[in-house]
């Protein structure tokens, strides 16, 4: 029964690269969450997804970054054109229902843009 | 606009002693809070919750305490090991009738000593 996986656990990109951060979650999970912790901050609400849905991106940066959950295969967080101030700590989260006293989180995807 | 303050960085208590770790809180809509334990390079894990009409949640050796007149919540932990050694994180969650959004504090890095 493994948890939330995420990979690559560490990321390094040169700025103006593309960055592709995988979240496979939990089996029987149908419902993802991405947070950003930058440094020295707490972790961020970005996205909130559901199989090909997108049900809440608010927390989004409104340019160059996307989400999606596709029927099959892991979610995806995608980042075009990266800059330094995108260097941080990427979290998915899953969940079997929807709510966030059940989300289970994976280890995360340090970004560092150089 | 944080709505999730957790106004000490750090706190260093002896084994077997109480651990009381403090969030404060701005946004009265929260249904819930949780606290979140993290260990470097590992993703946040669950510890404990508490809804919104309570005023209090025992776990084992975790008790969280709720006061809504003072938006202001606290987790406890007696007696202290250094395996708890980490930072805890408060969150809160259920604000707006987005019932999976969480909103983290920047965290408080607890450490124990044998």
């Known amino acids: 029964n493994a948890g939330v996986m995420q990979n690559p656990r560490h990321l390094v990109r040169r700025r103006g690269q593309e960055a592709r951060l995988r979240c496979s979650p939990m089996?029987?999970?149908?419902?993802v969450y991405w947070y950003r912790q930058l440094p020295e901050e707490g972790l961020k609400f970005m996205v909130y997804l559901q199989k090909e849905n997108i049900i809440d991106e608010s927390g989004m940066p409104k340019e160059r970054f996307s989400a999606e959950f596709p029927k099959e295969g892991p979610s995806i967080l995608r980042i075009q054109q990266v800059v330094r101030g995108d260097s941080a700590a990427y979290f998915c989260?899953?969940?079997?229902?929807?709510?966030?006293?059940?989300?289970?989180f994976g280890q995360g995807t340090r970004l560092t843009v150089v | 606009d944080q709505q999730v303050k957790q106004n000490s960085p750090s706190l260093s208590v002896q084994e077997g002693r109480i651990s009381i770790l403090n969030c404060d809180y701005t946004n009265s809509m929260f249904d819930y809070f949780l606290w979140y334990k993290k260990y470097p390079a590992e993703g946040p894990t669950f510890l404990i919750s508490?809804?919104?009409?309570?005023d209090k949640n025992e776990d084992g050796r975790f008790t969280v305490f709720l006061n809504k007149s003072a938006k202001h919540l606290s987790l406890h932990i007696v007696p202290s090991q250094p395996g708890d050694s980490a930072v805890y994180f408060c969150?809160?969650?259920?604000?707006?009738?987005?019932?999976?959004?969480?909103?983290f504090g920047k965290g408080t890095l607890l450490t124990v000593n044998p």
């Open positions: 089996k029987g999970h149908s419902h």
């Open positions: 508490i809804s919104s009409i309570k």
């Open positions: 969150a809160g969650g259920g604000s707006g009738g987005s019932n999976y959004k969480l909103t």
């Open positions: 989260a899953s969940s079997p229902v929807v709510g966030g006293t059940e989300a289970f």
